[in-house]
């Protein structure tokens, strides 16, 4: 209708996966033993869809989206005379369903404000986990311990103020998004002993969440040439970004 819209995508993703980690112990004499290998070198492919529904009106739009993602499952190898369970296995990836929703208050043709909510389920990333394939934790099971990543929720809002030098239309924006940790962390240990429980615990400690500061502006030159940038400041590594767009 004029005001109100829904989508339905869906989507075939494929996945190449290719990773060989090799650990080795150097003695005091410089010689080299390999003591653990993992490697992977496989491929699959899945399904997946995204849904979605949008109310534009003339100063407030809603909109919801929902994100069903792709499961992937690989072979791969672990070996090594350290190896408690040499052989292949089935390595899990799923890719964490999202769902969020958003709204956008444009006041005039200057001014635009939007903001979003948007629900990762990071737990995802566990099904099927395999326990104990990595060097340090080859000696426990699932018996023995358990891992867990928190779902969680992230949040981003803008502005955009539009200006003109002449008849230059110029674009100032503003910024800021919270991205909450996915780190992988232990749960339960009911099978270690205390001394490699601490281990463990600060091997797969949680990591503070990602806060986002963003400035940027573009400018539209006629009607054949735009270019915008970006500047994301954070407590990761900043970002800069330059995007240009030639309409022939």
């Not at 490697?39 to 919801?64: E, K, P």
């Not at 200057?110 to 909510?117: E, Q, R």
């Not at 601490?198 to 009607?223: C, K, S, Y």
Request: no cysteine.
């Amino acid at each position: 209708s004029d005001h109100f819209s829904v989508g339905l995508t869906g989507r075939y993703s494929q996945l190449d996966w290719q990773a060989s980690v090799q650990n080795f112990f150097i003695d005091d004499f410089g010689n080299v033993f390999p003591i653990f290998n993992t490697d992977l070198d496989d491929n699959d492919s899945a399904f997946a869809w995204n849904a979605g529904a949008l109310y534009t009106g003339s100063i407030f739009s809603f909109g919801a989206v929902y994100k069903k993602n792709p499961k992937f499952e690989v072979e791969e190898v672990e070996s090594g005379p350290v190896s408690s369970k040499p052989g292949s296995f089935v390595n899990v990836l799923k890719v964490p369903d999202t769902f969020g929703f958003g709204v956008a208050v444009k006041p005039n043709d200057k001014i635009t404000i939007v903001a979003d909510l948007v629900r990762l389920e990071y737990s995802d990333l566990v099904q099927d986990i395999e326990v104990g394939r990595h060097v340090l934790t080859s000696f426990v099971t699932s018996e023995d311990i358990s891992y867990t990543i928190d779902d969680a929720w992230d949040f981003h809002v803008g502005t955009e103020f539009v200006v003109f030098a002449g008849s230059v239309p110029i674009a100032l924006r503003t910024g800021y998004y919270h991205r909450a940790s996915s780190s992988l962390v232990v749960d339960q240990a009911p099978g270690l002993i205390a001394n490699d429980e601490v281990v463990i615990r600060g091997l797969f400690a949680e990591r503070e969440d990602e806060h986002h500061f963003t400035i940027g502006n573009g400018f539209v030159f006629g009607p054949h040439f735009q270019i915008d940038w970006a500047l994301d400041l954070a407590n990761v590594p900043d970002q800069f970004i330059v995007s240009t767009v030639v309409r022939f």
